[in-house]
Structures are given as structure tokens and as C-alpha cells.
């Protein structure tokens, strides 16, 4: 008879549990019914154009409202998942602990959600806690050994906007209760909902990890350390859901820092950030700029970085770059071989070697990038010039002091600055560059490859040279993003704030201008009321002074913080979170820690999977250059994602990548399975995998050459199918996994053995494995 009474105490509990959630849903479709009003109204105010405030305050509000909204939408699926009864010396919701095995305490009841919510009176009374609260943290710390004074945790399973589950924990009360057959209360709640959560089908977005976060990633979420935190972990681990409900955690915690700065997420590729786009939103958080390396440079695109051979990248990503990249800047600051003749007024002036060179080492020993210090050499040529003309035309015949006055000599060097000829000459030997214009120049001549690396061989050199001929300012890869960035330095392109800081000194003389005009107009009126008399009419400086003049002629912004930055190459992050660390070349990781001055950053990624020819092999070689020590690491254990049958051949390729790298522990025995097919059975191999997937997702991965044949077999099938060589699947997950020829993946470069293994790892439920030859691991 235990059957029936247990179903209807569920039963029951899910309809107490649908009357909660219908009240919030209500309160949440209210609050959204305002702020959709208030937008309406904000969109229809028309301010005046010559009120500049009025129109950036209308707009920021319009952003603001539009976050509010999208905050509330993207809640109100899985608006909650669960709820604790916890000690409290002063519960805001008490409740008495009289269910089965309860002790009789009065408890506070709190509900863990997606967002807050508190009653709309003067009281404030929460009714729906943040999951980032510091009192909705037991809710994952909580086991029966340490139960941080939680009696009963309950999950709640939703789908859309109607509750399907619940399951209870008793975790402390009364000790001689044992759990049983009794509602769902009992110890195994917690991994139910994994279990629940790793098997569901996957699609082409990654979902959030809110309501199954577990001990050792809620510390990690909640890492206090206000330096460098590396989170590496295997396969499978949860590395990617702690970075983003880590950076949801951080905006929540350090709202009022992060809103004025922002936040940077890398990835490893598009497709991974398509992958995460959703789970930020789910989270209540949308203010993030979301950008892989190629793209964190504005108005920069990049192809992928399989347009580079192994050697290039390799090469570009080394540290050699900083040197070749300076000599490269140096060589447009050139001296001429002969006399550059000008004729001034009838006077033949000579622009002489010496004369340049001595300009250019002055511009040099300003220690200021190129284009900043190009001033300097401007500076000094142009009085190298105007003495060189006094000379000649102020000498004395009769041997005495030159007839020139210092004014005259003043003069002349002004004439020389307006003469075209002179300042085209003067510009080519030191010209305003850009650093495409650099990088171009670059990689489309032997002689300017060998003039900036010459110190190094002929290997390096060749992989600098393009000799396809395709070289254009606009056409780069992402192993170049981090070059470009570095010539900016070089170059000394300004960002927006430098630009700002320049629209400030103009303002500031606009200002001045005004007044002077105001002024002008005070004395007028002086003049015309000169009887002694007051005067009745009012006049422009008795309704606005000289900041509001100057006002109507200031162009604004209305850009929200994260627009700013993604605009601006030289923004300082509040924080950087960079998925796949382990992929970033030296020059890379300092493109990367430009953007983040305070080292405030949180590094995910695992050295085993490392693809990239000039990606990390240790963290302390990675980051030494930048924090010294100074960063602190944490380790994922638990992998939830692969099957132990899958994780078995992980665990074989590992041990040939690293021996001694610790395996994570498997949440489960078994998926779909793991088989194998030869290559002529492809198309039944890919079939039969979508098959089990259902409505998941699969994966087909390979060298690029196999991927072609795959295209008329995806063709007809029905199911949600991705096609990608291994860099492409960085980072994601699928159901099934169809691994095309892993020795091919294995002997294609020399990080080989770890595409391989960061292959076989993708699959949550099958691995299918289609090969004529010996499987790698198995050599």
C-alpha cells in the first residue's frame, strides 16, 4: 500500500509547489506588463534636439528598461528550481519542520531561483531568492555530513511555466529517522537532478547548471580571490557552466564595479559562443561582451585559425613576434641614401641624411609609440630645415652675425611647416602607419620578411611570407588579431577613452569660446544701457551660460557599457573569463592581459587538450610573464558528461598525453555505447547515431578532408546533425559523436593525440567510431 500514498503525497506536492510558481509567474508578468508600458511611453517621448541631456537620458533609460526586460523574459522559464528549510534565528518565512523526520524547529523556507523577488509592500518580504545570494548558498553546499543547517532541500523540476517534479533531501532533524518510501524525501534527490540534467537531449545551446551546481564548482562561483583563478579540470567536469555562472555570480556580487567596466568572455570560436549566448540571459545577466581572440579587435574579422599551416602558428604565436613586429615598425622609419632637394622662394634647400637620421633618433629616444612620437621627428626636422634656409639666406657677406632675427627664424620654420613639398617629404620618411597597413607590408615582401627577421631561419621566415599573393589590409586570420594588437602598441592607436579624453580638451575650448562670446555680448549690452537704467528685456546671458552654449554643439552617447566596450581596443575589463585558456598562444595571452590591467580574471581550460602548436603547456609558463605566482588554481574532479565505457578510451589517450594527469571520476556507467564501423559503412554509421540521438544533437567530427563526404549523408537525414573538425567542436557537447578516422585527427599535427582525445570526449550518451585504421590509442 506504500505505492499509492506515495504518489499522492507527490501529487500534492507538486500542486502545492504549481500554486507558488503560478503567484510568481503572475508577479513576474505584472512586473514585465509595467516595464513593457514604461517603455512605450519612454520611445514615444520625443525630446528637443537641442537638448542633449534630455535625449541621452531618455535613451539610457530606454536601455535600461530593455535589460530589465530581457532579464525578466529569459527568468521566467525554470523561474525557480528549488527551495530549503534552514535554520534561522530570525526567519523571514517560517515554517515548522513537521514533515517526515522533521524535529519540530521553526525554519526559515527559502526558494531558490533564477531572480529575486520580494513582495511589493513596505515589509519587502522575499518570496524568491537569488541563487546568488549568500543565504541561497546552502542550497548547494548542504549534504547530510555538513548540512549547514539545512533540514530538508527540496528540487523542483519544471518545464515551461508547469512544475512536473519534486524530490526531497532530509539532512539533518531528527537522527533516528531514516529515509524512505515517503514523498521523495530521502538522500538521493541531489543526484537524481544530475542525472536528470546530464542525460536530457542536447541541442545547439549549451544550458545553465543553476539548479545542480555542486560543492567544489559553487566554491570556484563564489572565489573571492581578487587575482588570476585557473579552473582546470578533464573533459566532461563543468569547466565552461562554472565560468558563466561564475561571471552571472561576479555581476550579482560587484554589480556597481562591473556595470561601469564590464565584462569580457572568451571563447575558442563562433560557434561556441552561440553555444553559451543563452545561458548568461537564463542567468539574469546580459551586460557581457562575448568575443573569441579573433574578434576582440573593432572592425577586425578573421578567418578561422585552420587558414594557417602548423608552422605559422606556431610562429606567430611565439614570443619572436615582439621582435620581428618592432623591426618591422622600424624599417618605415627610413633615412634617404641622398639629398632631398626643395626650392623655397627661389632658394635651393637641402634635406640632407644627416639631417633625417638625427630627427629620427630623437623621435626614437622619446620612448613614444610611432605614430605618437612621429611629432618629435616632424619637430626636429623642420628646425634642421629653417636653420639650414637662415644659414643660407641670412648670412652676413661681411662675415658679422646673421641678419636673420630670432622672429624671422620662427617665421621661416612656419613657412617651411605649410610646403607641401617638404612635408610629403618629411611624412614618407616617417609616416602615420596602421597596423594592417604594417602587417601587410609585411607578409607580402621577401625583402621586408628578411629585413625584420633576419636573426631568425629560414623556416620562420618563410611561414611570415604569403606567397599566394592574397595579402590585403583587410584579410587576416585569428592567429594575426594578437599581431595587430600588438602594433597598435607599437603604433600607439588610440582607444575611445583616449579619444574622449581629446573630445574633453575641444569641449573644454568650446567652452571658453562661449564664454568669450557671452562676454562679448555682456559688453554690448554695457554699452546700450549706459543711462544708469536697469535694462526689461532679457538678453542670451541672463538664460544660459557659457556650458550650455557650448552644449548644443557636443555630440553624445547613449552606448551601454558593454557596447562601449566592445567598441574600444584599449577598454580596461572589470573582469576576463577566457573558456578554453589553454588554446592561447603567447602572443595571444598578451593581447588578453592588456584588457585586463587589474588581473582580475578567471581561466578555464585543461593543458591534456591543448590543440594549438603555441597553446599552453603549463599554466606557470602561461602566466608567469604577466602574475609572477600570484595566480591561484582549482581542479574539477567529477566528470559528469562522458559515459565511464567512453571515458575508458579518454582515460588510454590521456595516459599517452600525460601520465601523470589525475582522471575525473564518471557520474555514470553508461550511455548508448560506444561501436565502431569501417570507413564504407559511413553513411549507416551516421544514421543509426541520429537515430539514438532522437531529438538530441550529433556531432560528426574529422580532418577537414573527410568532413566533404559527410554532407549528402546529413542531407537526408532529419536530425539536428553538426559537421566540424575538432577546433570547430572545442567546447561543445553531443549526444552522439561519429569519430571519422581518429588516427588521421591523431597524425594531422603534433598535438595530435590531444585533438583526439578532446574528440572522443564530446559525446554525453554514444561514441561511434568509423576507421580502416588501427585506433591510435590502441597502437
Same mark, same amino acid.
Given at each position: 500500500?506504500?505505492?499509492?500514498?506515495?504518489?499522492?503525497?507527490?501529487?500534492?506536492?507538486?500542486?502545492?509547489?504549481?500554486?507558488?510558481?503560478?503567484?510568481?509567474?503572475t508577479m513576474v508578468d505584472a512586473v514585465r506588463h509595467r516595464l513593457e508600458t514604461r517603455a512605450r511611453a519612454v520611445q514615444r517621448h520625443r525630446a528637443d534636439v537641442d537638448q542633449p541631456q534630455a535625449l541621452l537620458e531618455r535613451d539610457r533609460e530606454t536601455y535600461e528598461l530593455e535589460q530589465r526586460l530581457t532579464e525578466y523574459s529569459a527568468a521566467e522559464i525554470g523561474l525557480f528550481f528549488g527551495r530549503i528549510d534552514v535554520e534561522d534565528d530570525d526567519p523571514e518565512n517560517p515554517v515548522p519542520d513537521d514533515g517526515p523526520g522533521g524535529d519540530g524547529a521553526v525554519l526559515d523556507r527559502r526558494y531558490i531561483g533564477r531572480i529575486g523577488l520580494h513582495t511589493p509592500d513596505d515589509e519587502m518580504r522575499t518570496l524568491l531568492m537569488d541563487w546568488r545570494a549568500p543565504m541561497a548558498r546552502p542550497f548547494y553546499l548542504a549534504t547530510t555530513l555538513h548540512p549547514e543547517g539545512v533540514h530538508v532541500r527540496r528540487h523542483i523540476r519544471t518545464r515551461g511555466r508547469r512544475v512536473t517534479d519534486v524530490a526531497d533531501e532530509r539532512l539533518s532533524g531528527d537522527a533516528d529517522y531514516t529515509a524512505g518510501a515517503d514523498g521523495g524525501e530521502g538522500s538521493v534527490a541531489q543526484e537524481g537532478a544530475l542525472l536528470y540534467a546530464v542525460n536530457r537531449a542536447r541541442s545547439r545551446h549549451m544550458s545553465d547548471i543553476v539548479d545542480t551546481i555542486v560543492a567544489e564548482q559553487d566554491r570556484i562561483i563564489r572565489e573571492e580571490h581578487r587575482g588570476v583563478t585557473v579552473v582546470q579540470g578533464g573533459p566532461g567536469t563543468g569547466k565552461t557552466?562554472?565560468?558563466?555562472?561564475?561571471?552571472?555570480?561576479?555581476?550579482?556580487?560587484?554589480?556597481?564595479?562591473?556595470?561601469?567596466?564590464?565584462?569580457?568572455?572568451?571563447?575558442?570560436?563562433?560557434?561556441?559562443?552561440?553555444?553559451?549566448?543563452?545561458?548568461?540571459?537564463?542567468?539574469?545577466?546580459?551586460?557581457?561582451?562575448?568575443?573569441?581572440?579573433?574578434?576582440?579587435?573593432?572592425?577586425?574579422?578573421?578567418?578561422?585559425?585552420?587558414?594557417?599551416?602548423?608552422?605559422?602558428?606556431?610562429?606567430?604565436?611565439?614570443?619572436?613576434?615582439?621582435?620581428?613586429?618592432?623591426?618591422?615598425?622600424?624599417?618605415?622609419?627610413?633615412?634617404? *641614401?641622398?639629398? &632631398?632637394?626643395?626650392?623655397? +622662394? %627661389?632658394?635651393?634647400? =637641402? @634635406? !640632407?641624411?644627416?639631417? #633625417?637620421? $638625427?630627427?629620427?633618433?630623437?623621435?626614437?629616444?622619446?620612448?613614444?609609440?610611432?605614430?605618437?612620437?612621429?611629432?618629435?621627428?616632424?619637430?626636429?626636422?623642420?628646425?634642421?630645415?629653417?636653420?639650414?634656409?637662415?644659414?643660407?639666406?641670412?648670412?652676413?657677406?661681411?662675415?658679422?652675425?646673421?641678419?636673420?632675427?630670432?622672429?624671422?627664424?620662427?617665421?621661416?620654420?612656419?613657412?617651411?611647416?605649410? *610646403?607641401?613639398? &617638404?612635408?610629403?617629404?618629411? +611624412? %614618407?620618411?616617417?609616416? =602615420? @602607419? !596602421?597596423?594592417?597597413? #604594417?602587417? $601587410?607590408?609585411?607578409?607580402?615582401?621577401?625583402?621586408?620578411?628578411?629585413?625584420?627577421?633576419?636573426?631568425?631561419?629560414?623556416?620562420?621566415?618563410?611561414?611570415?611570407?604569403?606567397?599566394?599573393?592574397?595579402?590585403?589590409?583587410?584579410?587576416?586570420?585569428?592567429?594575426?588579431?594578437?599581431?595587430?594588437?600588438?602594433?597598435?602598441?607599437?603604433?600607439?592607436?588610440?582607444?575611445?577613452?583616449?579619444?574622449?579624453?581629446?573630445?574633453?580638451?575641444?569641449?573644454?575650448?568650446?567652452?571658453?569660446?562661449?564664454?568669450?562670446?557671452?562676454?562679448?555680448?555682456?559688453?554690448?549690452?554695457?554699452?546700450?544701457?549706459?543711462?544708469?537704467?536697469?535694462?526689461?528685456?532679457?538678453?542670451?546671458?541672463?538664460?544660459?551660460?557659457?556650458?550650455?552654449?557650448?552644449?548644443?554643439?557636443?555630440?553624445?552617447?547613449?552606448?551601454?557599457?558593454?557596447?562601449?566596450?566592445?567598441?574600444?581596443?584599449?577598454?580596461?575589463?572589470?573582469?576576463?573569463?577566457?573558456?578554453?585558456?589553454?588554446?592561447?598562444?603567447?602572443?595571444?595571452?598578451?593581447?588578453?592581459?592588456?584588457?585586463?590591467?587589474?588581473?582580475?580574471?578567471?581561466?578555464?581550460?585543461?593543458?591534456?587538450?591543448?590543440?594549438?602548436?603555441?597553446?599552453?603547456?603549463?599554466?606557470?609558463?602561461?602566466?608567469?610573464?604577466?602574475?609572477?605566482?600570484?595566480?591561484?588554481?582549482?581542479?574539477?574532479?567529477?566528470?559528469?558528461?562522458?559515459?565511464?565505457?567512453?571515458?575508458?578510451?579518454?582515460?588510454?589517450?590521456?595516459?599517452?598525453?600525460?601520465?601523470?594527469?589525475?582522471?575525473?571520476?564518471?557520474?555514470?556507467?553508461?550511455?548508448?555505447?560506444?561501436?565502431?564501423?569501417?570507413?564504407?559503412?559511413?553513411?549507416?554509421?551516421?544514421?543509426?547515431?541520429?537515430?539514438?540521438?532522437?531529438?538530441?544533437?550529433?556531432?560528426?567530427?574529422?580532418?577537414?578532408?573527410?568532413?566533404?563526404?559527410?554532407?549528402?549523408?546529413?542531407?537526408?537525414?532529419?536530425?539536428?546533425?553538426?559537421?566540424?573538425?575538432?577546433?570547430?567542436?572545442?567546447?561543445?557537447?553531443?549526444?552522439?559523436?561519429?569519430?571519422?578516422?581518429?588516427?588521421?585527427?591523431?597524425?594531422?599535427?603534433?598535438?595530435?593525440?590531444?585533438?583526439?582525445?578532446?574528440?572522443?570526449?564530446?559525446?554525453?550518451?554514444?561514441?561511434?567510431?568509423?576507421?580502416?585504421?588501427?585506433?591510435?590509442?590502441?597502437?
Open positions: 500500500m506504500e505505492g499509492p500514498r506515495v504518489v499522492e503525497t507527490v501529487t500534492a506536492q507538486i500542486a502545492d509547489e504549481q500554486a507558488r510558481l503560478d503567484d510568481l509567474l557552466a562554472v565560468a558563466l555562472h561564475r561571471t552571472a555570480y561576479l555581476l550579482y556580487t560587484w554589480r556597481e564595479q562591473l556595470a561601469k567596466t564590464g565584462v569580457l568572455i572568451i571563447g575558442p570560436n563562433r560557434r561556441f559562443l552561440d553555444y553559451i549566448s543563452q545561458v548568461l540571459p537564463s542567468l539574469g545577466e546580459t551586460g557581457v561582451v562575448l568575443a573569441t581572440p579573433g574578434t576582440l579587435l573593432p572592425g577586425v574579422t578573421t578567418r578561422p585559425i585552420g587558414a594557417e599551416s602548423l608552422v605559422a602558428q606556431e610562429v606567430k604565436g611565439s614570443l619572436e613576434m615582439l621582435e620581428i613586429l618592432a623591426n618591422a615598425v622600424k624599417d618605415h622609419q627610413t633615412v634617404p *641614401e641622398e639629398p &632631398v632637394e626643395f626650392l623655397i +622662394d %627661389g632658394v635651393t634647400l =637641402e @634635406l !640632407t641624411p644627416a639631417m #633625417v637620421r $638625427a630627427a629620427r633618433t630623437r623621435a626614437r629616444r622619446s620612448r613614444r609609440p610611432h605614430n605618437q612620437a612621429r611629432d618629435r621627428f616632424l619637430s626636429h626636422a623642420l628646425d634642421l630645415l629653417a636653420e639650414a634656409l637662415a644659414t643660407s639666406i641670412g648670412t652676413d657677406p661681411l662675415g658679422g652675425e646673421n641678419l636673420l632675427s630670432a622672429a624671422d627664424r620662427v617665421q621661416l620654420r612656419d613657412d617651411l611647416a605649410e *610646403e607641401s613639398a &617638404v612635408t610629403t617629404a618629411l +611624412d %614618407g620618411f616617417w609616416p =602615420e @602607419l !596602421t597596423a594592417e597597413e #604594417v602587417l $601587410a607590408g609585411l607578409y607580402g615582401s621577401r625583402s621586408a620578411v628578411d629585413s625584420a627577421a633576419g636573426d631568425y631561419d629560414d623556416l620562420t621566415r618563410d611561414a611570415l611570407l604569403r606567397t599566394d599573393g592574397t595579402v590585403r589590409p583587410d584579410d587576416w586570420t585569428e592567429v594575426d588579431a594578437p599581431l595587430l594588437d600588438e602594433l597598435a602598441e607599437l603604433l600607439g592607436i588610440v582607444g575611445i577613452e583616449e579619444a574622449e579624453d581629446d573630445e574633453r580638451r575641444k569641449w573644454q575650448a568650446k567652452v571658453e569660446e562661449a564664454q568669450e562670446a557671452l562676454d562679448i555680448l555682456t559688453g554690448s549690452a554695457a554699452q546700450d544701457l549706459d543711462d544708469g537704467t536697469d535694462a526689461e528685456i532679457l538678453m542670451a546671458y541672463d538664460v544660459i551660460d557659457a556650458e550650455q552654449l557650448a552644449e548644443r554643439q557636443r555630440v553624445r552617447t547613449s552606448l551601454s557599457t558593454a557596447e562601449r566596450a566592445a567598441a574600444d581596443r584599449t577598454w580596461a575589463f572589470g573582469h576576463v573569463i577566457v573558456d578554453e585558456a589553454q588554446e592561447l598562444s603567447a602572443m595571444a595571452w598578451r593581447m588578453v592581459f592588456r584588457r585586463s590591467p587589474n588581473r582580475w580574471m578567471t581561466l578555464v581550460g585543461d593543458p591534456a587538450q591543448t590543440g594549438s602548436p603555441a597553446g599552453v603547456e603549463d599554466w606557470t609558463t602561461a602566466l608567469s610573464p604577466f602574475v609572477r605566482d600570484r595566480w591561484k588554481l582549482h581542479e574539477l574532479t567529477v566528470n559528469y558528461r562522458t559515459p565511464a565505457d567512453i571515458s575508458a578510451i579518454a582515460d588510454r589517450i590521456l595516459a599517452r598525453i600525460d601520465p601523470a594527469q589525475q582522471t575525473p571520476s564518471c557520474l555514470r556507467e553508461t550511455g548508448t555505447g560506444v561501436r565502431e564501423f569501417p570507413l564504407a559503412d559511413l553513411r549507416r554509421a551516421v544514421t543509426e547515431a541520429a537515430g539514438r540521438a532522437g531529438e538530441g544533437l550529433v556531432g560528426v567530427i574529422g580532418v577537414p578532408d573527410r568532413l566533404a563526404a559527410v554532407a549528402g549523408i546529413t542531407d537526408d537525414l532529419a536530425a539536428d546533425i553538426v559537421v566540424s573538425d575538432v577546433t570547430g567542436a572545442k567546447g561543445l557537447e553531443f549526444d552522439e559523436v561519429v569519430l571519422i578516422e581518429p588516427a588521421e585527427i591523431a597524425a594531422a599535427s603534433p598535438q595530435g593525440l590531444n585533438d583526439t582525445y578532446v574528440a572522443v570526449t564530446r559525446a554525453t550518451q554514444g561514441l561511434t567510431l568509423v576507421h580502416d585504421r588501427s585506433l591510435p590509442w590502441e597502437d
